[in-house]
C-alpha cells in the first residue's frame, strides 16, 4: 500500500494509519508532504473529506515530530512556557509549509463561504449556513477542520514564535464566525489546548471573543477555560517568582525574571485590546452614535469584562492587580502604538474604554497607589511612540474614526 492510499482510510482508522506510519517509517515527513499534501488537499476535484483526512494526518504526523524535539531540547509545556534553547528547523521545512497550507485553507475556504476576505465581513449577529441544518457544508467542514488543527499547533512553542500578527488575528475572526458548528468546534479545541498546555498568553485572546456568542453553552465553556488558563498562568508565574528569591547568580537571576514577566497573566491585556482595536464590528471613535456602534461598545466591554474577570479569579485574597494595569495602560495610552500601523487609532479607544473601565473598580485607595515594578509591553505588536509625535497622535485619536 502506498503512502497516499492511507490517507484515503476511514476516518475511524485514523490514529491506527498514524501510529503505523509513525514506526515504520520514521522519517517519512517529506514523503507525505509531496504526495498527500499536494495531490489530496490542493486538488480541488478530490472529495473534501479526503482532503481533511489528508490535512489531519499530516498535522497529526508533524505536530508529533515537533512536540518530541520541543521536549529533547527542554521546552516541556508548550508555546506559552519558558524560553528553551534554539532549534533547527525540521528537515524540509514540512512544519512551516504545514502552518502556511493551513492558513491558505482557511483563507480560500472562508472566501468560499462568505464571498471575500473573512476578517472584513463576520458578523457576530449574523447567522447563516449551517442554521437549523443537521450537518456543515463541505466547505463548513474543510474551514473548520484547519481552524482545529490551528489550535492544536498552539501547545507548541515554534508555532508561538513564528506566527505573523495577521495571522494571529486571521484565526480570531474563525471565533466570531456565523457558522455555529465551527465556533463549536473551535472553542472545544480551545478548552483542550489551554487545560492540558500552557500556551502563549496570546492565544487566551480568543476566549475572550465568546463573551458575545449567542449561544450560552459557548460562552460558558469560553469564561471556564479562560478562568482555568490564567489561574494556571499566574501559578506558573508566582512559582518562578519563588525560585527567582533563592538564584545566586546575576545570570540566572535575569533569565528567571524575563520567564516571570512574560507568564504574568496580565500581559493578555494588550494582546487583547490590540485585538479589539482590529474588530471588523468593534467602533473606534469616541463619536459612537449609531445603533451598530452602540451595540458593538457593549461587545466590546463584554469582551474585556469576561478577561478582567477572569484575572481576579486568579489572585490571592485580598490581592489586587488594579495599580499594575493602571500604569501597564497609561504607558500603552501616552508612550505607544501599533507597531504595524501607525494610524490605528482604534488602539487608543479601546485603552481608554478599559481605562474607564477599571475605574469602575476602585474600592480602596489602595488600588490606586502607582505600581513600583517594571511594567513589560508585547513589543511585538506595539512599538513606542517618539515623543515629538505622541501629541498628534492622542489628538487624533480623540476625534477621528478608523477608516
Known sequence: MTIPSLAY???????????????TFPSIHTYVLQYTLHDCLTNPK?????????????????CSEEEG?????????GGGGPPTLPYPPLEGGEFDILT??????????GKMLYGHEVPTHIHTHTHTHTQGKDAPSPSEFAYTAAAVCLVGLMKLKRFADTIEPTQWQDMAWVCISPVTYTRREVVYALKEVTTYHNIHPRFLCYLCLYANDEDSELQELACNALTLAIKQLRKTHDDLG???????????REKLHAMASLTMPEIIVPYLLYL???????????????????????????????????LQASLKKESSNLPFLFKQLNILASRCHDKYDANNIGIAFVTRLTVKLLQEQIKTSDN???????IVLPMDIYAYTPQGDMQATLMKSAGGARG
Open 9 to 23: 482510510q476511514n476516518a475511524h482508522t485514523m490514529q491506527a494509519t498514524i501510529s503505523y506510519i509513525s514506526h
Open 46 to 62: 478530490t472529495s473534501v473529506y479526503v482532503r481533511i483526512l489528508s490535512l489531519q494526518l499530516l498535522y497529526a504526523l508533524l
Open 69 to 77: 524535539r520541543q521536549m529533547r531540547v527542554g521546552g516541556g509545556g
Open 100 to 109: 502556511q497550507t493551513l492558513f491558505e485553507c482557511i483563507e480560500s475556504e
Open 242 to 252: 519563588v525560585k527567582l528569591l533563592r538564584v545566586d547568580t546575576e545570570s540566572e
Open 276 to 310: 479589539l482595536s482590529y474588530h471588523p464590528h468593534f467602533p473606534t471613535s469616541i463619536h459612537v452614535t449609531t445603533t451598530s456602534d452602540k451595540e458593538g461598545m457593549k461587545d466590546m466591554v463584554r469582551c474585556i469584562h469576561m478577561l478582567f474577570t477572569s
Open 368 to 374: 490606586v497607589q502607582t505600581y513600583p515594578g517594571e
